[in-house]
């Protein structure tokens, strides 16, 4: 079956420009994962939906960002005004479901969109 | 210091050597992942554990809830095994998110 699709596959953007980066995941994946990895860096949590509970929007780095899921299943990460350290790569992951008690479940990821503010 | 920390953080092996990659971690821990990273970017799970040994293929991961410690080992090693290997938690107390090691990049020359 299909895998987790982000697009697109690579955005240069200008600084102070607004940038949505799309994913698409696993057909019937509840839970959906944003992650951030800068050059260099290592990967940094997002953002994480879980059916229609609230998004756990805590590691998001400014109220520049945001996101949503609209119908339980496609995602847009939103990124206004556009700085220079933004630029990374944005990884989307889903799995069947999140946390259940002591449950959790692999996570499947995305191919990222590698995003370049100039 | 960060929650999770992985050694070495560089790992350069002879093609058919064992390898083991680190990985200690600070706090209460539901889960604990062992992911890879290839060039280009894809990033692919290779095992979720919380607890004892898992198998598969010639990679093994074995965790140790009491020492927070976990390892990642690869048997009779292969060029295509270059990669980033990444370390991450599923914290007690923070549900479904993972924290990350910041990685092990391993080169099996041939």
């Known amino acids: 079956g299909a895998g987790v699709s982000q697009s697109p596959s690579n955005k240069v953007t200008e600084k102070g420009k607004d940038v949505e980066l799309r994913c698409d995941p696993i057909?019937?994946?509840?839970?959906l994962y944003w992650y951030r990895q800068s050059l260099g860096q290592g990967l940094e949590f997002l953002i994480y939906?879980?059916?229609?509970?609230?998004?756990?929007k805590s590691g998001l780095p400014s109220d520049r960002f945001s996101a949503e899921r609209t119908g339980g299943s496609v995602s847009t990460l939103t990124i206004q005004r556009t700085q220079q350290e933004d630029s990374a790569v944005y990884l989307c992951?889903?799995?069947?479901?999140?946390?259940?008690?002591?449950?959790?479940?692999?996570?499947?990821f995305g191919p990222g969109t590698r995003l370049t503010v100039l | 210091k960060n929650e999770v920390e992985q050694s070495p953080q560089n790992l350069t092996a002879q093609e058919g050597e064992f390898i083991t990659i680190n990985c200690s971690y600070s706090?209460?821990?539901?889960?604990l992942h062992w992911l890879q990273q290839h060039p280009g970017g894809g990033i692919v799970s290779l095992f979720m554990l919380s607890s004892g040994k898992k198998k598969h293929g010639r990679l093994i991961a074995t965790i140790n809830i009491q020492e927070k410690h976990s390892s990642l080992h690869i048997t009779a090693s292969h060029p295509r095994d270059s990669a980033v290997y990444i370390c991450?938690?599923?914290?007690?107390?923070?549900?479904?998110?993972?924290?990350f090691g910041e990685g092990t990049q391993l080169t099996v020359n041939p």
């Open positions: 991450a938690v599923n914290g007690e107390t923070s549900g479904s998110r993972l924290t």
């Open positions: 939906f879980q059916g229609n509970s609230a998004p756990d």
């Open positions: 706090v209460g821990i539901s889960a």
């Open positions: 057909s019937g994946h509840t839970a």
């Open positions: 992951a889903s799995s069947r479901k999140g946390s259940t008690g002591s449950s959790y479940n692999e996570q499947f």
